[in-house]
């Protein structure tokens, strides 16, 4: 019983490992020269950022933002150096694979139109 936890255990390890070096793969094809840029001018590698980033990720349920309109009618641009108040506490850590989706927000276009569509 004990073999087959430890064995179970380094097998996930394994897999998780696999998959870790899957996403730099898939995110350093992705973003090349943007990555690039990046570490040129943090002064670390693109692995290092991309893992960074990954360990950064976070989401927001659908039951909270549903609830707060203002996230995408608000006057405040999520850009990474203007928050609207509150929103990183809106916020909770998620993995990579559990977020079910990636909404980017443009603030080119219609807010009304893109939250009536929500």
Do not use: M
Not at 10 to 31: D, F, P, V, Y
Not at 45 to 60: D, E, G, H, Q, T
Not at 98 to 114: I, P
């Amino acid at each position: 019983s004990s073999f087959l936890s430890a064995l179970s255990s380094l097998l996930r390890e394994g897999r998780e490992r696999q998959i870790h070096e899957k996403l730099i793969e898939a995110a350093q094809a992705l973003t090349g020269p943007a990555v690039t840029l990046a570490a040129l001018f943090e002064g670390v590698p693109p692995n290092i950022l991309i893992a960074r980033a990954v360990s950064r990720f976070r989401c927001i349920s659908w039951d909270v933002f549903a609830t707060r309109s203002d996230i995408i009618l608000g006057e405040s641009p999520l850009d990474g150096t203007t928050v609207a108040s509150g929103l990183y506490q809106l916020s909770q850590p998620c993995g990579l694979a559990e977020c079910d989706v990636f909404l980017s927000h443009s603030w080119h276009d219609d807010a009304r139109e893109k939250w009536q569509a929500l």
